[in-house]
Each structure stands twice: as structure tokens, then as C-alpha cells.
């Protein structure tokens, strides 16, 4: 299984950003996919997961309103609206062969950048 993210850069507060993360080599059908993130000199965190029928968990308060995860085939999007200088970060997709997103992920992505800055 790899994971490629695509979408990351540089935006001005408030605006949105639309990140991507393309699984191959397996089938996702049973496959959880989350989105993480790492600012520089915090622990990684999580963002949002989305199961193979479609469930959504929000790890964080800073998701709602805001974010939202989408799932088509094997592609994992994440739409990023009304971005603070705080939501910048590596973010990082990452798999796992589960029904639930409380689970360890053991494949990751090699991160998109993003930052919010004016």
C-alpha cells in the first residue's frame, strides 16, 4: 500500500485549501483512512478519518465547521476552509486494514505542507 498526498501550500487566513492522498496497491475496501497533522515543534494530531462505508470521526474540536473528509474509490480528500496560521502543519494520510479509526495506522504518507500565512 502507498500513499501519495497532493494539494499542500502557502494560503493567506481564511482561505481553503483541498488536500489529496491516492492509495495503491490494494483495494481500500476495508480500509480506514485518516488524516493527521504535525505543526513544527508539537506531537502529531489527529484531523479526520474515514471508514470504507463512509463513517466520519473528527479527532479534534478544530475540525468542526471547517474541515470536512471526503472518500472516492481510492482517493481521500480533505477540504480546508476559514485556515488559521495555527492549522499550519505537515499533514500526513495514513491506512489501516480496520471498521474503526480508533486503530494504529501503519501506513503513511510522506506529508503535503501546508501554511497560513498573510
Known amino acids: 500500500l502507498q500513499l501519495v498526498e497532493s494539494g499542500g501550500g502557502l494560503v493567506q487566513p481564511g482561505g481553503s485549501l483541498r488536500l489529496s492522498c491516492l492509495a495503491s496497491?490494494?483495494?481500500?475496501?476495508?480500509?480506514?483512512i485518516a488524516w493527521f497533522r504535525q505543526a513544527p515543534g508539537k506531537e502529531r494530531e489527529g484531523v479526520s478519518c474515514i471508514s470504507s462505508s463512509g463513517g466520519v470521526i473528527n479527532f479534534g474540536d478544530f475540525v468542526k465547521g471547517r474541515f470536512d473528509i471526503t472518500r472516492d474509490k481510492n482517493t481521500v480528500s480533505l477540504q480546508m476552509n476559514a485556515l488559521a496560521p495555527e492549522d499550519t502543519a505537515v499533514y500526513y494520510c495514513?491506512?489501516?486494514?480496520?471498521?474503526?479509526?480508533?486503530?494504529?495506522?501503519?501506513?503513511w504518507g510522506q506529508g503535503t505542507q501546508v501554511t497560513v500565512s498573510s
Open positions: 495514513a491506512a489501516a486494514p480496520s471498521s474503526t479509526c480508533y486503530t494504529d495506522f501503519a501506513s
Open positions: 496497491g490494494v483495494r481500500l475496501d476495508y480500509y480506514v
